[in-house]
């Protein structure tokens, strides 16, 4: 089964700080997901990806498949940027479920 | 577009009951699972559902039935709550396994 970790568990930053959230997992994977989860419970799905760099916005998504890690950018961060952020892989190699990361709490302080 | 819609919100049930978490998407997706959500740990999948008629278990699965008879339905029940089952529960959907998902908004559950 993979293994999900992310680092850092919560993280404070002054509004306009670069922020990063790294993941990483046990087991060679087709695609990661992140997703964010708002003060108010509420989650969304933000990115899938399986290899490179993808871009929404002020949030940028890498992913390095053979390191098995992948990092979630927020630039010129702001308050509304305060959530949870969730990493999701697929259970084992293959065509399984989701496991998710225990998330990476995030204020961002104005 | 209502998307996932996940009902109620809010529960309070006694050691004992039982009671139906309904989850219902429109968006005609074949994928549907079922999560608790416990604090300082990930989401965990407790049954999911690759389509009408096909359920299976995930992670943490005792305690709960789950039943697929139409694309858009998937309930989830819980048989005689106890207090190790409050969490809170999302539902999920999405065209196959490891495509973007989207949520409900989630049910908050206590048992006392």
């Known amino acids: 089964k993979n293994e999900v970790e992310q680092s850092p568990q919560n993280l404070t930053a002054q509004e306009g700080e670069f922020i990063t959230i790294n993941c990483s997992y046990s087991?060679?994977?087709?695609?990661l997901h992140w997703l964010q989860q708002h003060p108010g419970g509420g989650i969304v799905s933000l990115f899938m990806l399986s290899s490179g760099k993808k871009k929404h916005g002020r949030l940028i998504a890498t992913i390095n498949i053979q390191e098995k890690h992948s990092s979630l950018h927020i630039t010129a961060s702001h308050p509304r940027d305060s959530a949870v952020y969730i990493c999701a892989v697929p259970r084992n190699s293959g065509n399984t479920p989701l496991v998710f990361g225990k998330g990476t709490r995030l204020s961002v302080i104005a | 577009n209502a998307g996932v819609t996940q009902t109620p919100k809010f529960q309070v049930l006694k050691t004992g009951q039982s009671m139906t978490l309904q989850c219902a998407q429109d968006m005609n997706h074949e994928y549907m699972s079922w999560y608790r959500q416990d604090p300082g740990m990930g989401l965990r999948l407790i049954h999911y559902?690759?389509?009408?008629?096909?359920?299976d278990q995930g992670e943490v699965p005792n305690g709960y039935n789950v039943s697929r008879s139409t694309t858009e339905d998937f309930p989830l029940r819980l048989l005689s709550a106890a207090p190790s089952q409050t969490s809170v529960y999302f539902c999920?959907?999405?065209?196959?396994?490891?495509?973007?998902?989207?949520f409900g908004q989630g049910t908050r559950l206590t048992v006392v």
């Open positions: 087991v060679g994977i087709s695609a």
């Open positions: 999920a959907s999405s065209l196959t396994v490891h495509l973007g998902a989207f």
């Open positions: 559902s690759v389509g009408a008629g096909i359920t």
